[in-house]
């Protein structure tokens, strides 16, 4: 292989490694409170037994973290919840950046409880978000109402697909 060979071959390959993902630059977190339906969602093994009606609350508190509730219903017809806390995922880092907590609050000095949750896209009036890790293992599309204009939808996939996503993953949820 000669020279010439060898740097394209290299400059191919840097073509195909992933860019690092990127979060949106803040977010306004007073905002972005409220109940967000999950529109989408990578499969997970926390998520296993929901079925339908996935919600999330997100209540930001007095001090700066957020109360979040998760909820859905099973195969049973019962309502699933869990409850955790979300944080900045670095003092002064960015709002859309966050920490997520669902363990027990006596655990929360253990790094490995806490998740990544970043905010990759946000549309303007906050109706619709596209939340994933840096990772790349988790991501959900989300919006205020159980069901999102397919316009906006498919404006979050490619979003998810531009930051190196594999979107074929993506299963919706049912409402």
């Known amino acids: 292989m000669n020279a010439l060979s060898l740097l394209l071959g290299i400059l191919m390959a840097q073509d195909t490694v992933p860019l690092s993902v990127k979060s949106v630059d803040s977010i306004d977190l007073a905002r972005y409170a409220g109940r967000w339906y999950e529109v989408a969602r990578f499969p997970n093994r926390f998520q296993n037994q929901c079925v339908a009606a996935t919600t999330a609350d997100y209540e930001l508190l007095p001090n700066g973290e957020v109360r979040v509730t998760n909820a859905c219903r099973k195969s049973d017809g019962t309502i699933s919840r869990a409850e955790g806390k ?48 840096p990772s790349r293992k988790y991501l959900w599309v989300l919006s205020r109402t159980p069901v999102l204009d397919d316009e906006v939808y498919q404006r979050l996939v490619e979003s998810a697909k531009a930051q190196g996503f594999d979107v074929s993953r993506l299963e919706r949820s049912p409402s």
Not at 100 to 129: C, H, K, N, Q
């Open 86 to 133: 979300a944080k900045l995922a670095r003092r002064n880092g960015p709002t859309s950046q966050l920490k997520v907590r669902f363990a027990p609050r006596i655990l929360s000095f253990l790094p490995m409880v806490w998740g990544d949750y970043w905010v990759l896209d946000l549309t303007a009036e906050y109706t619709a978000a596209l939340v994933g890790d």
